[in-house]
């Protein structure tokens, strides 16, 4: 089932879900068409399971909040510095989604203090 709260957890089971279809070409509303569906999905599966290993990494170091581990891992559109306010703050909510799945599986532990919410690795 799809766990509320987990909005990256639904995306992935939704992906996990096209594999078992008998389909070969998707065809989205945007964008191109794909000839081979299923590896399309298993990239996009695959690129979700090392940003999440990759954010585990920003973990490293102690605690922290979900911008500051948006601003240590990697952007395909530019680097940090250079992505203006609302490309960041899209970069944010897209961390977020990783750190919620992550918190809701107790691979991470969220933390709230006076209003501050960080992530820290799971001991």
Do not use: C
Request: proline share 5%; net charge negative.
């Amino acid at each position: 089932g799809q766990e509320e709260g987990d909005p990256l957890g639904t995306f992935i089971q939704g992906h996990q879900d096209i594999l078992k279809l008998d389909v070969v070409e998707g065809h989205p509303a945007h964008e191109f068409s794909m000839p081979d569906l299923k590896k399309r999905v298993r990239e996009i599966i695959e690129h979700h399971r090392h940003r999440l290993d990759e954010i585990t990494a920003t973990l490293n170091d102690g605690p922290k909040t979900a911008w500051q581990v948006a601003s240590k891992i990697t952007w395909n559109v530019a680097p940090w510095p250079q992505l203006n306010f609302g490309t960041r703050r899209a970069a944010m909510l897209e961390t977020l989604s990783h750190l919620q799945y992550m918190a809701l599986r107790d691979e991470i532990r969220k933390v709230e203090t006076e209003g501050l919410v960080t992530y820290a690795r799971a001991e």
